[in-house]
């Protein structure tokens, strides 16, 4: 493993590391504070605010001021009693001046973050993982304990459906695809100081708004639906071996589903008329093969020693040494080479797939457009099959030939070739 690919890990580690345990803990704890301090506001009639430590400084309404009318009232009557009442109301209300909410040391919070909150030992997860497997369920569990399966209630079909739902809303949630931005930026910036460029935020920003970025997004995320579908399918129907082969949908069809939506995005924004054929030919296979078992391994492996945290950290570093391996086997089937490049590239970096929770999105390298439809010429020839179309259909029909095989072939296909021109007259509208 060379250094490039040892600096890739660690800057990949500590985006992640700080996103998930320090930049969300850091907003969560400052919205936190705020909102006990307008509760405290709300329920008490009091004026309350927060000191840079989190502590609140709480003014009570029952302070100096009525200990002040009690002062005058003694002076005034010389009941030397009323300076005592003073002094005792002064003493209490000096107490409630700075009232302590609750403080929270933000490195504490971090920590508590990673650690696990189970309170479960790795010999136990890994019982329970086993278990999982023995009873036909997914190997791999959510830790968000919202979005778990209960399939001890559901029927396979259900518990199918329930995982695609939570699945799409985790993978298009607000909060992940701001996550998703955010490191997505971030990679980018790393490989700008890795190929000795200078450092652009606004062209690193710039990608987001690239048709290659928002179609490996949107690809990815339905592939994260589709592939816990099938997973939770598996697992819940083949007994045995079905929630092992079933683990590794997600990663699967993510991954693949961000490969093909990335090139169908690229190819629209050029003006090109996307393959799926051309698109699915020019992925490397074998390292898709290797970032799909490594992730979901090192996936697994994280869940184990340190779930959450460590379930995200595992992917990541399960994919990378995955294309590794992969490359590797490769070579071994060429004479010429140790090691085959493989084809592949990390993109972006991707929120919000269960039940890994990220990964990385991968693209094939040097594509070319050689061979590629454009829009504009795929245009005429469907213009000039529809006419085709329409005059042989015509012709049928002065003959009285309405039930003739060709007669309806015809006639569909003069309804396909409309239907297409209506798609492509749509997104050139759409692009101006």
């Known amino acids: 493993m060379n250094k490039t690919m040892i600096k890739k890990i660690i800057s990949s580690l500590l985006i992640v590391v700080f996103i998930s345990t320090i930049a969300f803990p ?14 405290r506001i709300a329920d008490g009639n009091e004026t309350a605010s927060s000191d840079m430590n989190g502590n609140a400084i709480q003014l009570d309404n029952s302070g100096s001021s009525q200990g002040a009318d009690a002062s005058v009232s003694g002076i005034m009557t010389g009941d030397a009693g009323g300076d005592i009442d003073f002094l005792a109301k002064d003493s209490q209300s000096s107490a409630n001046i700075v009232a302590p909410i609750e403080k929270k040391n933000l490195i504490k919070t971090v920590i508590g973050n990673i650690l696990p909150k189970d309170g479960l030992t790795i010999k136990e997860r890994a ?53 998703s931005a955010a490191t997505t930026v971030g990679f980018k910036i790393f490989e700008q100081v890795k190929n000795g460029e200078k450092v652009d935020i606004i062209k690193a920003a710039s990608e987001l708004t690239k048709g290659k970025y928002i179609g490996s997004f949107i690809g990815s995320g339905l592939g994260s639906v589709a ?65 799909v078992v490594g992730t979901t391994v090192g996936a697994a492996i994280g869940s184990l020693l340190l779930p959450g945290v460590g379930t995200a950290i ?74 085709n179309a329409y005059n042989k259909y015509k012709q049928y029909l002065t003959e009285g ?32």
């Open 401 to 432: 030939k309405l039930d003739d095989p060709e007669c309806k072939k015809a006639f569909e296909d003069f309804k396909e070739s409309a239907s297409e021109i209506e798609k492509i007259n749509a997104q050139n509208k759409a692009s101006k």
């Open 314 to 387: 595992g992917s990541i570093v399960g994919g990378i040494i995955g294309s590794k391996v992969a490359g590797f086997v490769k070579g071994l089937f060429n004479k010429d080479k140790e090691e085959t490049p493989v084809t592949n590239k990390v993109d972006n970096i991707r929120y919000g797939v269960d039940p890994q929770g990220v990964i990385l999105n991968i693209l094939p390298q040097n594509t070319s457009d050689e061979g590629k439809v454009k829009i504009s010429d795929k245009y005429v020839e469907l213009k000039q099959k529809m006419i």
């Open 26 to 39: 850091a907003v969560a704890l400052a919205q936190n504070n705020t909102q006990r301090a307008l509760k």
């Open 227 to 291: 592939g816990n579908m099938v997973g939770t399918a598996i697992s819940t129907a083949v007994p045995g071996v079905g929630p092992i082969i079933g683990a590794f949908m997600p990663a699967l069809f993510s991954m693949a589903g961000g490969a093909l939506g990335g090139q169908f995005g690229d190819d629209i924004s050029k003006g090109y008329v996307p393959s799926f054929q051309k698109a699915w030919a020019s992925i490397d296979k074998v390292d898709l093969a290797g970032r």
């Open 127 to 179: 019982s329970n993982m086993a278990g999982r497997i023995r009873e036909g369920k997914n190997a791999i569990q959510e830790t968000n304990v919202k979005n778990k399966i209960d399939f001890d209630n559901l029927t396979s079909r259900q518990a199918t459906v329930a995982s695609g739902k939570i699945a799409f809303k985790n993978a298009f949630s607000p909060v992940n695809i701001g996550f």
